[in-house]
Nanobody, 125 residues
Framework: QVQLVESGGGSVQAGGSLRLSCAAS????????MGWFRQAPGKEREGVAT????????YYADSVKGRFTISHDNAKNTLYLQMSSLKPEDTAMYYC??????????????????WGQGTQVTVSS
C-alpha cells in the first residue's frame, strides 16, 4: 500500500516561492506516475504537474508552466513541487497522488488511487 505525506505548504505574498514535498512509502513497483493536484474552495480538483518516476517525463498545467517545477528523488522516494512567482489564484489545497502509469492520464485526477492528506497554500496579493 502506497502512503503519501505532504509538507511545505504555507502562506506567502504574491511573487513569492514555496517548495512542497511528498514523502512516499510502500512502493512495490519501480515506476509510478506521481503528481500534484490542487483544489480551491468551490472548484474541482485539477492537475498541476505530474512526473513518471522512471524516465522523468513531466507534464504541467498551462497555468503553472514556467513557474512551477516538479521533481522526484528516487533515493529518498520523495516528490517535490518548486513553486515560484506565486499568484493569488494559486491558493488551494495541494495534494500529492500516485498510481501505476497505465491506470491514469497524467493531469487527470480521476483514476489515481493513492492520495496524501493535502497541504494548504495561500497566496496573498
Amino acid at each position: 500500500q502506497v502512503q503519501l505525506v505532504e509538507s511545505g505548504g504555507g502562506s506567502v505574498q504574491a511573487g513569492g516561492s514555496l517548495r512542497l514535498s511528498c514523502a512516499a512509502s510502500g512502493y512495490t513497483y519501480p515506476t509510478y506516475c506521481m503528481g500534484w493536484f490542487r483544489q480551491a474552495p468551490g472548484k474541482e480538483r485539477e492537475g498541476v504537474a505530474t512526473i513518471y518516476t522512471d524516465a522523468g517525463r513531466t507534464y504541467y498545467a498551462d497555468s503553472v508552466k514556467g513557474r512551477f517545477t516538479i521533481s522526484h528523488d528516487n533515493a529518498k522516494n520523495t516528490l517535490y513541487l518548486q513553486m515560484s512567482s506565486l499568484k493569488p489564484e494559486d491558493t488551494a489545497m495541494y495534494y500529492c497522488a500516485a498510481d501505476f502509469p497505465e491506470r491514469v492520464a497524467p493531469l487527470n485526477p480521476v483514476g489515481y488511487n493513492y492520495w496524501g492528506q493535502g497541504t494548504q497554500v495561500t497566496v496573498s496579493s
